[in-house]
Each structure stands twice: as C-alpha cells, then as structure tokens.
C-alpha cells in the first residue's frame, strides 16, 4: 500500500462519529464495481446509484483516507493549465469545452453538497488569481481576455484594486466568481452515507489484488482475503497508485506537496469575502479560510513522490509557508496547529484520466489528476456513467486515456 501523507491532518478532528462499512464476506455480484474509496470513487458511486446503475464500492482502508484527506477543499473552475495555454494544447474548442464543464462541475458539487443533510463546509467563494510577479502579468491579462471569451465570470484588479481589498499589493489579478470551498473529509463522508441509505453497497478493509476476466466478458475481481466479486464494469478510482499503470496509460508526474492549518484567527476582516488565493508562480502557493476562522495553505511542491516523514524537516517546509502567509497579511496571529506533507499527481499534458481502458472492453479509469481533482471526479462520475450506459458524452475525446495530447509529451 502506498502512502500517501504524513504528519498531522487538520480534518479528521473535525468529523463526529464516522459510519463503518463491513469488509466483503462472500462472494458477489453487480452491474458495477468501483475500486477506491476516496473523492472519485464516492462521488462515481453517488451518481451511478442516482442514476439507477447497481454499483458496489470497495476500499481498502476507509472511505475518504487516502489522498483526499490530505486535500485542501479548494473547488475551482480554473485549472493548473491556465486556458490560453490549454488552447494551443488541445485547440481553442476543445479547450472551453474543458473549462465550461470544470465550472459546470463546481455547481453540481453545490447542488450535491446542498442536498446532504449534513453541513459539509460547502459554501461559494471566489477565488483572487494574482501576478507572482511584473513579468506574469501580460500572460495573466491574455488569460482574462481568453476567461471572458469563454463566457466565464471573471474580473481584472489592478495592483490598487487588489491593495483596497487585502493587506497586500501584487501587480494585478483575475478574480472568478462562482468557485468554492468544501471540507473534503465531511463531504466524501456525507456522500457515501447518503448513497449507502439509497442503496450503494460499500465494502471497506476490502483490497482488490486480482482482475481478470471470464469467458462471457464479465470482470472477476478478487479480494486479498480471497472472495470474488464479478461485474459487468470496473472503474479504477484508485487515485495516485496505479504503479503497473504509469508509464503505460498514465502518463503523470509524483511530487509531494506541504500543507499547514493556523488555529483559530481572532480578526479575518482584511481577509476580503474570504476568497480563495492563488498565484501564477509554479509550484504556486494557495491559501484558503475554513468556517471556523483558520487559514488553510498549501505549497512548496517538491519533485520527489513519497510524503516528508521527517517531522523537523516538515517543520521548517510549515514556517517556511507561514512566513509567506504573514507577509501577506502581517496581522494574523494564531501560529500553526496542523501540518502534513502528502503525495500530489499531475499528468504530463494537464488533463485528468477519465474514459475507457482503449485495450480492455467495459474497464474505465477516474484519475482525476492535477490541483482540480475534486472538480474533475464531478465530471468524470457523469462521462462513466454515460459511456456505461453506451451513451455518448462531450468530452471523451479530451480526456481519454488515448488523447492526442499525450503522445507528444
Ligand atoms: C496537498 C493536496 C492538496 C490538494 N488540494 C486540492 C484542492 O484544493 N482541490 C481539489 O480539487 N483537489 C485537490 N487535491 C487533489 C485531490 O486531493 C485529488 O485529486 C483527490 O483527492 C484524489 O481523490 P481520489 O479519490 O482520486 O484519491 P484517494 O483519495 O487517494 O482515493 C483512492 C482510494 O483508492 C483506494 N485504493 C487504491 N487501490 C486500491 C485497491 N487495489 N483496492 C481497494 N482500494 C484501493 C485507496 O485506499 C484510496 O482510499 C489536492 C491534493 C493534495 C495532495
């Protein structure tokens, strides 16, 4: 088993009791089979079971404990790859295709967060897109330009605008509007809760370590306490650990990335409307506020794949991001509580891993890799369930596995 975090989470302290599900004890049968637990593979599973697919769940640990507890619940329509450069990537269709749906995704995960009968920490923000420096700030105009082109709700501040909302002054920035924030933990919960009353079955404990498929076509997946589930489609939900896959499908890089949360803050008044912030600069800090008055931020990627176990080490990455965090907005005061390093993917061409396995018939793959993956799983669970059902879907040509854009990279 991979590991995917170390040090010490801020949102598991902020679950109440958390619902067990039973490992798989016999051996079964369904329509669909989604391995992994975490982010994607809940939010597959909520919309197949909404959408009438009989669909059973298995995770090896427990829901949500893989990478998505080590998420910072940052829910945005724009990607890593800003959209300008996307359009000479992939073409300026394709392109705002990708980034109306990421904005479409973010308002369905508002109506999902909404319709849970728990409060999740689901609540809209915009987000502040800032220079990190003078020489960014051509390129960060084009990609208002190409935002607005595309029917997105942006705004353009100058290093003024920006100065009147917030204790700091950068050389300009695009705000979005219609993003959000979310505490990942509580909402993949929520969710699996909520499927499992309508009728998902989820298994936890529960590790796939054999796929093969019998005569008829029907996948058998076995279990490494030795049971047997046979489905008619599979669904990799797996998140950063298809080790036999890279290379081969997945075309992706590994680093890991560093994350702090501050107690509680007295003041967060010169914090404007709470936005989300990021920058241009790569790998970009982003920082966050949660309900209860803490600053969430996260950074300083570096290009090796295993989480910092070193806690002094982890230590100095955290003073290292709250000194930036005060020098942007010197008043706050309350010191650092939590602290964690964690595994972050990216692929090579910025674009998730969504679609069918090109080799293997009625296999498909939610990787939804990159700073985006929650947004991107939100797509992903409706395209498997529309070529599940063997409907067709807008953008399975640009997400697929066996893009054009991959082969080049
Ligand atoms: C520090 C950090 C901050 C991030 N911030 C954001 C953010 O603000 N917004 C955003 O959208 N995204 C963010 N991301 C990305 C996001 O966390 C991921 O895209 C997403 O959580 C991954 O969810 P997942 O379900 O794919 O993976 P995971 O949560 O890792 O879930 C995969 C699950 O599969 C299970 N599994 C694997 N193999 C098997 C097997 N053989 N049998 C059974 N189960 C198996 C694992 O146990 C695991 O629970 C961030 C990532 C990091 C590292």
Redesign the pocket.
Same mark, same amino acid.
């Given at each position: 088993?991979?590991e995917?975090?170390t040090g010490n989470l801020y949102w598991p302290v902020t679950l109440g009791s958390i619902r067990e599900f039973a490992p798989v004890r016999q051996n079964k049968k369904t329509q669909v089979a989604i391995? #992994? #637990?975490?982010?994607?593979?809940?939010i597959c599973s909520y919309v197949f079971n909404r959408s009438g697919l009989s669909t059973i769940m298995?995770?090896?640990?427990?829901?949500?404990?893989?990478?998505?507890? =080590?998420?910072?619940?940052?829910?945005?329509f724009s990607n890593d790859f800003m959209l300008c450069d996307l359009i000479e990537q992939i073409g300026e269709r394709d392109a705002q295709a990708l980034y109306r749906a990421c904005r479409d995704a973010v308002n369905m995960l508002a109506i999902t967060a909404n319709s849970l009968t728990v409060d999740v920490g689901f609540r809209r923000r915009s987000s502040l897109y800032y220079a990190s420096t003078e020489q960014d700030l051509p390129k960060l105009k084009k990609e208002y330009e190409t935002l607005k082109g595309c029917g997105l709700d942006v705004e353009f501040w100058s290093a003024d605008d920006i100065a009147k909302h917030f204790p700091f002054r950068k050389p300009g920035a695009i705000v979005t509007h219609g993003d959000a924030e979310v505490n %990942?933990l509580l909402f !993949?919960n929520g969710l699996a809760n909520a499927a499992a009353d309508s009728g998902l079955v989820i298994h936890e404990q529960?590790?796939? !370590?054999g796929h093969d498929t019998l005569p008829g076509g029907l996948h058998r997946l076995r279990t490494a306490d030795g049971y047997e589930i046979e489905a008619e489609h599979v669904v990799y939900? !797996?998140? /950063?650990? %298809?080790e036999e896959l890279r290379g081969k499908l997945i075309k992706a890089e590994l680093s890991r990335?560093?994350?702090l949360v501050t107690g509680v803050q007295q003041n967060l008044l010169n914090w404007h409307e709470r936005f989300l912030i990021w920058e241009t600069a790569r790998p970009y800090l /982003?920082m966050?506020t949660t309900l209860d008055g803490r600053i969430v931020i996260?950074g300083l990627d570096e290009k090796i794949e295993q989480p910092l176990h070193s806690e002094q080490e982890r230590h100095k990455r955290s003073e290292n991001l709250y000194g930036q965090l005060k020098e942007l907005f010197p008043g706050l005061q309350a010191p650092i509580e939590f602290e964690?390093s =964690?595994?972050?993917?990216e692929s090579r061409d910025g674009l998730p891993f969504i679609g069918a396995d090109p080799a293997w018939k009625n296999v498909y793959y939610?990787?939804? /890799?990159?700073?985006?993956?929650? !947004? /991107?799983?939100m797509i992903a669970a409706h395209l498997l369930r529309d070529l599940i059902r063997g409907d067709e879907h807008p953008l399975t040509g640009i997400v697929k596995l066996d893009r054009k854009s991959l082969a080049t990279v």
């Open positions: 088993m991979k995917l975090h391995i #992994g #637990g975490g982010m994607s593979g809940t298995l995770e090896r640990g427990q829901v949500a404990g893989g990478t998505t507890s =080590a998420d910072t619940g940052m829910l945005q %990942p !993949v529960t590790d796939i !370590v939900a !797996v998140g /950063y650990e %298809p990335s560093f994350v /982003y966050r996260g964690w =964690a595994t972050f993917g939610c990787l939804g /890799y990159g700073g985006n993956g929650s !947004v /991107y799983s």
